[in-house]
């Protein structure tokens, strides 16, 4: 089932399309934000990974959202009416309504850093975040600038979007999180996720972070196509989020 969420802007439309599972019940929804820099939505990051999280027991879904040339606020709005319809029609879903996560990937993570942070209303906030590999920092040492110049269209310095480093801006309402990055990556270094996860340390909310030791950015499900078979090891990311989720009710 897929829905449109919001009016056609510069040709792009917001949709969710929800997986749901095929023995019914009521179960936590995980809503996923494929990555792709604000410019683009990675495909190996999208379908195949609400299929995954229906695999391990949960309902999921996966919000396409307007990426550049479309820019901020537009795809906070996306992520904000994903978690609100979902919450809204979480009875006919067979959803719980307290148990809804969102999921993202690079830019996507920071997305749902974003909604996590900046929710705007009760019934936007996520439940739980999960971020994976998440562009979350705006340190000029360890910021993925094309991102934030893809959400904003500018080529502003780093320092300039501090108002949406959530290492920093983090705060009491923040919700629990589960956090898995490599090593080695190139293009958002794990200090991104390190970083995040000792703030949420720090205001003394539920964090859990994974770091493997090796791989690139973007490997998805642990199958990035190109990379099949590489890095078996991150593939056991999936079950251990499922375990962080249905510890907390999912």
Not at 119 to 130: E, H, K, L, V
């Amino acid at each position: 089932m897929k829905i449109q969420l919001g009016e056609v802007i510069q040709e792009q439309t917001c949709t969710i399309e929800y997986f749901l599972h095929p023995e019914g019940g009521t179960r936590g929804m995980v809503i996923v934000f494929p990555g792709g820099a604000y410019h683009h939505l990675a495909p190996h990051e999208a379908v195949p990974v609400a299929e995954k999280f229906v695999e391990l027991g949960f309902h999921a879904a996966v919000c396409m959202y307007r990426t550049n040339p479309v820019t901020y606020p537009v795809p906070l709005e996306d992520a904000r009416n994903a978690v609100k319809y979902t919450r809204e029609h979480a009875e006919e879903l067979g959803v719980k309504p307290n148990n809804i996560a969102v999921l993202g990937f690079s830019a996507g993570g920071h997305l749902a850093g974003m909604v996590s942070n900046m929710p705007g209303s009760a019934d936007a906030r996520p439940d739980a975040s999960i971020l994976c590999y998440p562009v979350l920092s705006s340190d000029p040492a360890i910021c993925n600038i094309g991102s934030y110049h893809n959400l904003f269209g500018n080529d502003l310095p780093a320092e300039e979007y501090a108002e949406f480093d959530w290492t920093k801006q983090a705060h009491a309402n923040t919700p629990p999180a589960f956090l898995w990055h490599t090593i080695p990556d190139a293009s958002v270094p794990v200090a991104n996720s390190i970083n995040y996860a000792l703030k949420l340390k720090e205001l003394n909310i539920d964090v859990e972070l994974h770091i493997y030791p090796h791989g690139p950015h973007g490997l998805g499900l642990g199958d990035r196509p190109g990379h099949e078979g590489k890095y078996n090891e991150v593939k056991s990311w999936p079950a251990l989020c499922a375990r962080f989720l249905k510890d907390r009710g999912w």
